[in-house]
């Protein structure tokens, strides 16, 4: 195992620490993992979100004006625990009540709920989303239903624009609903990935081989298939998504998410194949994302997400962030 760390137990504090250097508007708490903004405005909706270490940006790369105002992390691919949610919850909060914007995975809805009950005991307003975007599968081992992956981020992306022009808890709420309700991701694996604390693959892929639906933590998918060309691939992950929710005629946001180690290049590639299968299907692209945005620490691979927008979702998609995550 090649990788750029101190001690394996110690990966997500001293991430945490140089993302806090990097980024003079967060504050890191030590010993519950959790990124805050440093700066809070009073009577403002908080919005919390998190998860398991290893998808960076997501999540603490999504703290920041117009998108999340804490983030809370767990060890890498594990849920963060209870008190290091509620800890971000009391952060976030400012008098408004706080949003908890959660992947649909078991351990994330039990440990981020037992922290929303923790929080009302202390008199803070706390609503919760699920999101659960991926196509691929409709349970898995890991969650009840579908997976949440980078569809997440335009919820964090309209729901933050919300909460910053001043909307109330249960307008938020509604926004990131309406989100989770139009949007939709398909993805895929090339190359397993090492986590830190073990030393060797969760799996194996042979090298003429691809996972065609695979989880942002390895989890199985639809089917293993031979390596294709761009435009091949294109045409399986956006047939799925059409397959399942109806775009046709619609305006979309467009999102080209790598895992962790797909060059450019190709997540390029596979952009000018999407686009040119939604064009000729009528549907109209409004804005594209190209990037690394929810990975899984080095793998290979890649995730398209389509949101329909209406022109409410076009204005806080359009809305300023200053998270580092993604600017705009």
Known sequence: MKKIINQPDNVVSEMLMGIEKANPDVVYHSGVEVISRKQKKDNKVGLVSGGGSGHEP???????????????????????????????????????????????????IMNFNMAKDLAQM???????????????????????????????VFVHKIAGAKAEK?????????????????????????????????????FELDDNEVEIGMGIHGE????????????????IMVKKILDDYDYSSSEVALMINGLGSTPLMELYILNNEVQNILKDKGIKIYKTFV??????????????????????????????????????
């Open 166 to 202: 001043g909307a109330s808890l249960e307008e938020v709420k509604e926004a990131a609903q309406k989100t989770i309700d139009n949007v939709r991701s398909m993805g895929m694996a090339m190359t397993p990935c090492i986590l830190p604390a073990v030393g060797k693959p969760g």
């Open 220 to 235: 199985p998918g639809i089917e293993r298939t031979s390596k294709k060309t761009a435009k091949e691939y294109a045409e």
């Open 291 to 328: 990037g690394n945005y929810m990975t899984a620490l080095e793998m290979s691979g890649c995730s398209v997400t389509l949101l329909k927008l209406d022109d409410e979702l076009k204005d806080l998609l359009d809305f300023e962030s200053k998270a580092p995550g993604m600017r705009v």
């Open 58 to 108: 997501a999540h603490a790369g999504y703290v920041g004006y117009g998108m999340l105002d804490a983030a809370v992390s767990g060890n890498v691919f594990a849920s963060p625990s209870p008190d290091r949610i509620l800890k971000g919850i009391q952060e976030a909060d400012s008098g408004a009540g706080v949003l908890l914007i959660i992947k649909n995975y078991s351990g994330d």
């Open 122 to 152: 202390d008199d803070i307003k706390v609503e919760t989303v699920v999101v659960k975007d991926d196509v691929a599968v409709e349970e898995s081992t890991y969650s009840t239903g579908r997976r949440g992956i980078a569809g997440t």
